[in-house]
Antibody, heavy 126, light 110 residues
Framework: QVQLQQSGPGLVKPSQTLSLTCAISGDSVSSNSAAWNWIRQSPSRGLEWLGR?????????DYGVSVRGRITFSPDTSKNQISLQLNFVTPEDTAVYYC????????????????WGQGTTVIVSS | QTVVTQEPSLTVSPGGTVTLTCASS?????????PNWFQQKPGQAPRPLIYSTTNKHSWTPARFSGSLLGGKAALTLSGVQPEDEAEYYCLLYYGGVHLAFGGGTKLTVL
């Protein structure tokens, strides 16, 4: 049974960096079929896909348009986890952040975004 | 910027049938968008229901079904139960590096 356990601070000051981790059990960050996604949800923006990381002979990162240039994903094979860093946060980055397992682009027809973390509420405020 | 549009709200009677739709600002939704559907209740993470247009997860109740309808992705609930009251979201894959969620449909069972 695949499970995702998220961790990270719930409060971040404006202009600082938001860091979250998503520990994977029951699957591998180097999976041959899965991509590891980050999604956030706020009342003003709804569900927003932030991007994903996946392995296909090497690691690839795809970033959503809204956060491109401020966001970085890092896979950690020793801990079997992925991390997110979002730089220069503003109050508009206040949201519930989720990690989720989904398919690699060549596996879209085989499974969906089928396992989600518990969510982390992040508030950006001084 | 790609926009995925869903009905903001729908109401259905218990035991009834309702169809939720998911449209893309880029044109007709086809199987190549691999539509996914999720159910979300307050305070919970989205729960996956449908992937790749019509495929159910092992936990998806039989009364939920996915399809394409009039150039949109569709989620039909047949024999609605009170516990189906929730927010429903679609997700479209645009190929390349782009995915987008719809704005959600609040389904009321009344």
């Amino acid at each position: 049974q695949v499970q995702l356990q998220q961790s990270g601070p719930g409060l971040v000051k404006p202009s600082q960096t938001l860091s979250l981790t998503c520990a994977i059990s029951g699957d591998s960050v180097s999976s041959n079929s899965a991509a590891w996604n980050w999604i956030r949800q706020s009342p003003s923006r709804g569900l927003e896909w932030l991007g994903r990381t996946y392995y296909r002979s090497q690691y690839y990162n795809d970033y959503g348009v809204s956060v491109r240039g401020r966001i970085t994903f890092s896979p950690d094979t020793s801990k079997n986890q992925i991390s997110l860093q979002l730089n220069f946060v503003t109050p508009e980055d206040t949201a519930v952040y989720y990690c989720a397992r989904g398919p690699r682009p060549d596996y879209y027809s085989y499974f969906g975004m089928d396992v989600w973390g518990q969510g982390t509420t992040v508030i950006v405020s001084s | 910027q790609t926009v995925v549009t869903q009905e903001p709200s729908l109401t259905v009677s218990p035991g009834g049938t309702v169809t939720l739709t998911c449209a893309s600002s880029t044109g007709a939704v086809t199987r190549n968008y691999y539509p996914n559907w999720f159910q979300q209740k307050p305070g919970q993470a989205p729960r996956p229901l449908i992937y790749s247009t019509t495929n159910k997860h092992s936990w998806t109740p039989a009364r939920f079904s996915g399809s394409l309808l009039g150039g949109k992705a569709a989620l039909t609930l047949s024999g609605v139960q009170p516990e189906d009251e929730a927010e429903y979201y679609c997700l479209l894959y645009y190929g390349g590096v782009h995915l987008a969620f719809g704005g959600g449909t609040k389904l009321t069972v009344l």
